[in-house]
């Protein structure tokens, strides 16, 4: 009778924990899908954030019109329970759907604006209308509930984990005081409760897998380069696949090939080719995963190297092909080895070419902000911030520094007789000349107009002389090619060692300049920079057939009208 009443309460016991856990569970599996929603919800946004700000960063202003159509359809078809309840904007609970909705209008009219060629307009809206603002606040909502939802699931783990000792211990007390008569059943409850803790234990593996990848996701969006990037691939891959070993390539600039970005955990004596050819990957060609198997007849890519098996994935983000990630197992590694941590890789895969979306976006954004859209050399502004820079250095380090000033010569005259777009292919050229007799030091910039400067960190008044009748050789040469006489006059002048007056610099280039111009044009005038001890000295010009140096100009800004 004892035995059976032990039974009778084991049996209440363990069917009470039974529904419990599956209580816990239901609730488990509710919260998961809850959680996946958002995160759908909230790369939904994100990809529709991405291809608009695509299109603002791209020169003819065009947006992806395919991506930015589907990102949206996806968003708005997300059920409500996939948005937070309220999103502070401007210090006030707002409903998540008025929020969506000016998101909305404000994308509708930016990619308008853009259809339209307007791009600035675009751009006034973006900015205007604080969308920038009202994503970042909405992401932070989304990790915020994610961060709680996390937290729930991990307690409700812990009660399950609870429930699931329980009844493991009631079990055991069972099969110890009536081991002989229930031996059977004891043995069948012992399997059972092996068979849950594996459960539970790979469902809190996939747990910890999913909250490393929502990490890697979140500290790739702080990296600033691909140096970054790849240290936290590595990191990533190395935990979570630890037996298997990594490479990444990626595309150059030209796009013909995809060179070696990073490796690890490679085996001794791996021999990795330094660049592939899109046209020699099988993934590549056909945008999916491929397994390369050396042996045995399988398809095998022509840059398939050593004899393990390798999992190869395209790196897509917004419908391109940005990169190759490769997973290698090791050489004695079962055959389902690749199988097994095929999703991983992919959930890696794609986070990675995501964080290769933004840093190409954000580099393509800072050389815009830096760089004059017409000849490619770097703005003014860039100019004036280098300039103090290299002043300062060159008064820290007692060395010398040099402005080189130059005008093309009658650039208005050429743009009447030609055409504009003669005009713009003449500065587009006289900016390669620049670009390829310069040092890699040397920093060319477009001042306005036709007139350019040229700074040069560590060159005297004489090498800057000798570098710039070698510049108007050079331009002058253009003439023939170019069907249309083309000439330039130069202004040169050096500030001397322990100076840092760069406006006196430029002033003495601007002097140089406007001599060379009054002496007949297409040659190079100096000009020394004034010192704290000694009085402005005019260098003679260094072009050939340049006349006796006039008498030193009072130190202002002349008027360009004889420049033209």
């Not at 809190?204 to 970054?228: F, P, Y």
């Not at 999916?288 to 050396?294: G, S, Y």
């Not at 510049?471 to 130069?490: D, N, Q």
């Not at 050939?544 to 030193?552: G, I, Y």
Request: contains cysteine.
């Amino acid at each position: 009778m004892l035995a059976i009443g032990l039974m009778l309460i084991m049996t209440l016991s363990v069917v009470g924990a039974f529904f419990l856990t599956r209580s816990y569970n239901q609730q488990m599996e509710s919260l998961r899908a809850a959680m996946a929603d958002m995160r759908t919800t909230r790369h939904l946004m994100l990809q529709t954030e991405i291809s608009v700000l695509n299109g603002l960063a791209r020169p003819d202003k065009r947006i992806n019109s395919m991506v930015y159509v589907e990102s949206l359809a996806q968003l708005s078809g997300q059920a409500a329970q996939s948005f937070p309840a309220l999103i502070p904007i401007n210090g006030k609970q707002t409903p998540s759907a008025e929020v969506l909705e000016s998101l909305k209008s404000s994308w509708s009219r930016i990619v308008a604006a853009l259809e339209n060629d307007q791009g600035d307009i675009a751009r006034t809206i973006y900015a205007g209308d604080n969308v920038n603002a009202t994503i970042q606040t909405t992401m932070s909502t989304f990790e915020a509930m994610l961060d709680e939802g996390e937290a729930r699931y991990a307690a409700l783990a812990g009660k399950m984990g609870y429930a699931e000792n329980a009844v493991t211990i009631l079990q055991l007390i069972s099969g110890v005081v009536c081991v002989a008569a229930f031996a059977f059943a004891t043995t069948a409850g012992k399997k059972q409760a092996i068979a849950r803790w594996r459960t539970l234990a790979e469902a809190n593996q996939q747990r910890e897998k999913i909250v490393r990848l929502s990490e890697m996701t979140d500290m790739l969006q702080s990296a600033n380069d691909h140096s970054d990037a790849n240290a936290v691939l590595r990191a990533t891959a190395t935990e979570l696949m630890p037996q298997m070993g990594g490479v990444l390539y990626v595309f150059n600039n030209s796009r013909d090939r995809l060179v070696l970005s990073s490796q690890w955990n490679l085996p001794a004596g791996q021999e990795l080719p330094d660049a592939i050819g899109p046209s020699h990957c099988w993934a590549l060609k056909r945008g999916k995963r491929h397994v390369n198997r050396p042996g045995g007849g399988h398809l095998c890519c022509d840059h398939a190297a050593g004899d393990h098996d390798t999992l190869e994935i395209p790196m897509i983000a917004r419908g391109e092909i940005l990169g190759l990630f490769q997973v290698h197992a090791p050489a004695a590694s079962p055959p389902d080895a690749l199988d097994r941590i095929v999703e991983t890789a992919t959930a890696i895969a794609d986070g990675m070419s995501l964080a290769l979306a933004n840093i190409a976006l954000r580099e393509l954004l800072r050389s815009q902000a830096l760089r004059d859209p017409l000849t490619g050399l770097y703005n003014r502004r860039y100019m004036e911030d280098t300039l103090q820079r290299s002043a300062l250095i060159a008064s820290r380090e007692n060395t010398p520094l040099s402005v080189i000033m130059l005008d093309l010569d009658h650039f208005k005259r050429l743009n009447d007789q030609f055409g504009h777009g003669k005009g713009d292919a003449v500065l587009r050229d006289v900016a390669a000349v620049l670009t390829n007799r310069l040092r890699e030091s040397d920093i060319a910039c477009r001042y306005g107009g036709e007139e350019m400067i040229i700074v040069m960190p560590g060159c005297d008044m004489e090498a800057a002389a000798k570098k710039a009748e070698h510049l108007r050789v050079g331009i002058e040469a253009l003439s023939g090619p170019s069907g249309a006489p083309v000439s330039a006059s130069f202004g040169v002048a050096s500030l001397p060692p322990g100076s840092r007056s760069t406006v006196d610099l430029v002033a003495n280039a601007d002097a140089a300049l406007y001599r060379a111009k009054k002496e007949g044009r297409n040659r190079v005038v100096t000009e020394a920079a004034p010192t704290a001890t000694a009085p402005t000295v005019i260098a003679p010009s260094v072009a050939e057939d340049d006349p006796q140096p006039l008498p030193a100009k009072p130190k202002v800004r002349r008027k360009r009208a004889q420049k033209a």
